[in-house]
């Protein structure tokens, strides 16, 4: 069955502290990774598109990469600002739907 | 430009209820989705539409949960006689075609006692 895990499950970080969340996948074909951010109370917000091994996107102080079996969101020098809960999706071959991880809930501390 | 709008925003209903949740997709997308998402998780899938045709409805839980776009544009999910379990957010998202970058509401907050 294709699957998405994300970890760790919660960070906390202090202000200025760099890390990585993680996102690996078990697909039988890809077409797609994404992330989103959402925040409590509201709906995911697109962050970026991942399409082959090998790419990269960036966007203010975060960085999307993607392997064949895993993308990587790091995170430099976060701002309280930053905190919130981080989605990766899949969406394979043949289909349309987004298959979501359970997320990474982010706080970042002053 | 205006997003993805849901209404209402939030929702009780007593178990046995009937509800019916409502999505405005961005202007001139094609493809709509719904997901649901329990408290602490990611959202999951459970049915889409590309213009009025619902092409794939594998995840609705059950016959209780009926989905409708009539015109190919504001779009309805029903549940009757709704349960607890049924307690979740329900998101909706649309995509300017089909495989395009999904953008999502605000989500339904619906709660059964």
């Known amino acids: 069955e294709d699957q998405v895990t994300q970890s760790p499950e919660a960070l906390r970080l202090q202000e200025g502290e760099s890390s990585s969340l993680n996102c690996s996948y078990t697909v039988s074909g890809l077409r797609g990774l994404f992330w989103y951010r959402q925040d409590p109370g509201k709906g995911p917000e697109f962050l970026f598109t991942l399409y082959s091994a090998g790419e990269e996107k960036e966007k203010e102080r975060l960085k999307a990469t993607l392997t064949k079996k895993e993308s990587f969101l790091h995170i430099t020098a976060p701002k309280p600002e930053d905190s919130a809960t981080y989605l990766c999706a899949v969406q394979f071959q043949g289909a349309q739907k987004l298959v979501f991880g359970q997320g990474t809930r982010l706080t970042i501390n002053p | ?113």
Do not use: M
């Open chain 2, 1 to 113: 430009g205006a997003g993805v709008s849901q209404s209402p925003r939030y929702k009780v209903a007593k178990r046995g209820q009937d509800v019916a949740l409502r999505c405005d997709p961005i202007s001139g997308h094609v493809s709509l989705f719904w997901y649901q998402q329990a408290l602490g998780q990611g959202p999951e899938f459970l049915t889409y539409f590309q213009n009025e045709a619902q092409l794939d409805k594998s995840g609705l839980p059950s016959d209780r949960f009926f989905a409708e776009r009539p015109e190919g544009s504001v779009s309805t999910l029903k549940i009757q006689r709704t349960q607890q379990e049924d307690s979740a957010v329900y998101l909706c998202a649309s995509s300017l075609a089909l495989l395009d970058t999904q953008y999502f509401g605000p989500g339904t907050r619906l709660t059964v006692l």
